[in-house]
């Protein structure tokens, strides 16, 4: 135990459950219904990064959040590339995801 994490030892039951579906499954329907729950796991865990990286009280956590967040960001552009050859349908992008438009840039027309 490090700044006081302690890992899981076992599944918890949504994770079992989805273990016990999958489980049942062969071929194309076990890898779309893989892909589908996976791409939910590397949304929730960007998100729980993205949270951890900006509102952490151990500065020890928030400081791995920020430097592992990119390596989560490309497992789930790699995932999103990946589910369409396997029959997944992506949202149209941005749907259902805040518009982040703070900090950006805006440029005058040259003149």
Same mark, same amino acid.
């Given at each position: 135990m490090q700044q006081g994490v302690l890992l899981p030892h076992n599944m918890t039951p949504t994770d079992r459950e989805a273990f016990e579906t999958l489980? =049942?499954?062969q071929g194309a329907a076990f890898d779309k219904a893989y892909m589908k729950a996976m791409?939910?796991?590397r949304q929730a865990q960007l998100s729980k990064f993205q949270q951890e990286a900006a509102k952490s009280s151990t500065p020890g956590i928030a400081d791995w959040a920020k430097?592992?967040?990119?390596?989560? =960001?490309d497992d789930l552009k790699a995932s999103q590339k990946i589910a369409p050859a396997v029959g997944v349908k992506l949202p149209p992008?941005?749907?259902g995801q805040p518009t982040r438009t703070e900090g950006a840039a805006t440029r005058k027309p040259a003149s």
């Open positions: 489980s =049942q499954l791409l939910k796991d430097q592992t967040l990119p390596a989560v =960001q992008a941005n749907e």
